[in-house]
C-alpha cells in the first residue's frame, strides 16, 4: 500500500502540475503563496528548457521568486493581454467563490485575476469546503481607519475580527495596508457579504472572489489531481 502524500508534497505537486499548463509565448499572472513557490520554481525549469513567457507577480515576494528564476517580469499596467493566472486560495467553495489574502497580497492578486481571461486555482483537496468560513475572510483596511470598522465588520456576522500582526506590529500590505481577519461561523452568501463589506468607508478590498475562477485543480493525498471547470451562463 503506498503512502499518502502530505500537505507539503501535494502542494510540490501542484505546483508542478500547473507549470505544465503554460502555454508557449504567453502572458501569465502568477498569485502568491506557498503553492505557487512551486509553480514558480517549476516554471523557472522550464523558461531555463526553451519555454517563452511572461509572467505579472502578485506580489513583491512573487516578483523576487520569479526574477530569481530567471522569469520575464512584467507590471500589471504593462502586460498588455493576460491569458491566464494561477494562484492558489484559502478556502474554494463548490460554486466556485473562493477566500484568499493569507498571504496579505489580495489586492494585487484580485487587480491581476480581474485583467487575465482565465483563473486556475491550486489548492489541496482540505480546502475544497462548503460553504465557505472555516478560514477567517481577509479585508484590506486603510490604517487610518481601521479601529471603527472592527464594530461595522462585527455587524456583518464576523464573530471575531482580529487585527493582523506580526512580531507585535500590523502586518503591511505591498500597498501599505492593514489586514483585519474576520471570523465567521460560515459565509452562505458570500456575493451579499462582498457587497456588504465594500460598502464600508475604508474597506480597500476583501478576499472573496466571487465569479472570478475558472478551473479548480485540485490535488489529493493519493497523488491524483482533479481538475474541476466553472461552466459560466448556465
Same mark, same amino acid.
Given at each position: 500500500m503506498s503512502s499518502l502524500l502530505t500537505k507539503d508534497q501535494i502542494k510540490q505537486r501542484l505546483g508542478e502540475y500547473a507549470a505544465t499548463l503554460v502555454p508557449d509565448n504567453a502572458t501569465i499572472g502568477l498569485g502568491t503563496g506557498t503553492t505557487v513557490y512551486w509553480l514558480i520554481k517549476a516554471l523557472g525549469n522550464r523558461v %531555463?528548457?526553451? $519555454?517563452q513567457c511572461r509572467v505579472?507577480?502578485?506580489?513583491?515576494?512573487?516578483?523576487k521568486l520569479a526574477e530569481e528564476e530567471g522569469i520575464p517580469v512584467l507590471s500589471l499596467n504593462d502586460a498588455?493581454?493576460?491569458?491566464?493566472t494561477i494562484d492558489g486560495a484559502d478556502e474554494a467553495d463548490h460554486g466556485f467563490q473562493?477566500?484568499?489574502g493569507g498571504g496579505a497580497a489580495l489586492l494585487q492578486e484580485k487587480m491581476v485575476a480581474a485583467?487575465?481571461?482565465k483563473l486556475f486555482i491550486i489548492i489541496g483537496d482540505d480546502k475544497y469546503?462548503?460553504?465557505?468560513? %472555516?478560514?477567517? $475572510?481577509p479585508v484590506e483596511v486603510i490604517p487610518a481607519g481601521w479601529k471603527p470598522l472592527v464594530a461595522k465588520l462585527l455587524a456583518t456576522g464576523a464573530k471575531q475580527v482580529i487585527l493582523r500582526e506580526k512580531n507585535n506590529e500590523p502586518v503591511l500590505t505591498d500597498h501599505?495596508?492593514?489586514i483585519l481577519d474576520c471570523h465567521y461561523e460560515t459565509i452562505d452568501h458570500p456575493a451579499a457579504l462582498n457587497t456588504s463589506i465594500h460598502l464600508l468607508p475604508g474597506v480597500?478590498?476583501?478576499g472573496l472572489f466571487i465569479d472570478m475562477a475558472d478551473t479548480l485543480v485540485i490535488g489529493y493525498p493519493d497523488g491524483e489531481i482533479r481538475l474541476k471547470e466553472n461552466v459560466k451562463g448556465i
Open positions: %531555463r528548457d526553451g $519555454l505579472v507577480p502578485t506580489s513583491a515576494a512573487t516578483q498588455g493581454p493576460i491569458e491566464l473562493l477566500i484568499k485583467a487575465s481571461a469546503v462548503n460553504p465557505l468560513g %472555516r478560514f477567517p $475572510l501599505g495596508h492593514y480597500v478590498e476583501t
